[in-house]
């Protein structure tokens, strides 16, 4: 893919795949993220998760986005990665918006600041240095 591709691909709401270092072994989870083309990766997760642990320490992180069925397509970005601060409930609400659309995004609220969590959650920057991408569409 060319740089446009790349980014427009990346900005569409796809799980992403988080890699980070943690402990000489990589730890890869699931994640959702937000892109807009040009700008950092951000990350939405749990002050206290592994996942933070992880960053914090290795100071840079990958994100694979895909599209899992024929023709495959794929774009990974890699970069250093910030903790920002705390995630607001702005930018949370934004995110589950993204992928869950506005009523998806009002019940998953109602369920993480009830339960606490929403209060947990910090913001992640990943500015995108590196890139890896294929569109099995152009064979």
């Known amino acids: 893919m060319n740089r446009a591709e790349r980014e427009q691909f990346l900005a ?10 943690d402990r ?12 807009l083309p040009g700008g950092p990766i951000t ?3 749990g002050r206290q998760s592994r996942k933070v642990q992880a960053i ?9 986005a895909q ?17 920002t601060g705390p995630a607001t ?14 009523a998806g995004a009002e019940e998953y609220m109602a369920s993480v600041t009830a339960s606490g969590e929403a209060e947990a959650q910090i913001l992640i920057e990943m500015a995108p240095r590196t890139w890896v991408s294929a569109d099995y569409r152009k064979l």
Request: hydrophobic share 45%; glycine share 10%; proline share 8%.
């Open 12 to 21: 569409q709401p796809h799980v992403g795949v988080l890699s980070v270092a």
């Open 43 to 45: 990350l939405i997760t």
């Open 56 to 64: 914090r320490a290795a100071g840079w992180l990958s994100l694979c």
């Open 89 to 102: 409930y702005a930018d949370q609400r934004a995110m589950a918006v993204r992928y869950l659309g506005d």
């Open 67 to 83: 599209y899992d069925a024929w023709p495959y397509q794929y774009v990974t970005a890699s970069g250093p990665a910030a903790i």
């Open 24 to 35: 000489g072994a990589p730890l890869t989870v699931p994640i959702w993220y937000g892109y």
